[in-house]
């Protein structure tokens, strides 16, 4: 038996709202994170690093552990193959939560695709690493809050289920999606920890009490000396938001 089926028998009764980000090379050093983290954690997310290194194999292992899988793998083509790709991962029930590029016809795309699966279409914004200063540099008129807020507006036209927006716009990504809409931030760092290339983020709390329903966190747990520590640290934090 693996290590992450033996460590993982029953579903976690962790916090749902955080999603720790696998952003590891290898398949093996993932289920080993996830092993350390145990009930401590019960969301996670797969990027493009594991996809190219079996993370949908990872995926349907998660999955059939009762965890949840965000697969943040950012469709983004013509609407006819960003259909059928949706379609396709649909189709396995492994996935609680893709992302899709935030323009229209992406997103009406992968609407359809999904059909009457669970699985939650989540719009990429604007990334966390992007400033002002970097969208003036790649030829947007708009500051990062104007163009997230476009882009919100047009996940819910689109009938999307929410979007990835950093922590500094949760609040308006909360106010026109409401109650039920999913607001998943990255960009978060616990008090004290380094940034790194994360150019608009927020602690747990702030991003909670700015509007987020998920947290993403990578390095602050990922790469701690105490994984588990670490995320029992973040589960403080967001008790006090």
Known sequence: MSALANT????MP??????????????AEAEALVGR??????FYKIGLELLATG??????????QRL??????????IGNTVQR????????GACTFLTVHGEPQVMAAAVKGRGASPMKLLAVTVLTSLDDADLKQMGYDSTA????????????????DGVISSPHEAGVARRIGG????????????????????????????????????LVVGRPINAAPDPRAAAEAIAAEKAGA
């Open 8 to 11: 993982l028998e029953t579903a």
């Open 14 to 27: 962790a916090d749902p709202r955080l999603i720790v980000a696998l952003d590891v090379p290898t398949v």
């Open 37 to 42: 983290l145990g009930d401590q954690v019960g």
């Open 55 to 64: 993370g949908m194999a990872l995926a349907r292992r998660l999955a059939d």
């Open 68 to 77: 949840g899988v965000f697969a943040d793998w950012k469709l983004h083509d």
């Open 85 to 92: 790709a949706t379609a396709a991962l649909a189709a396995t």
């Open 145 to 160: 809050a104007q163009l997230v807020e476009r882009r919100v507006r047009q996940a819910v036209e689109a009938g999307l």
């Open 179 to 214: 109650p039920d809409f999913l607001v998943v931030t990255p960009g978060v760092r616990p008090a004290g920890a380094a940034l790194g290339d994360q150019a608009r983020a927020a602690s747990p709390a702030e991003a909670l009490r700015n509007g987020a329903s998920h």
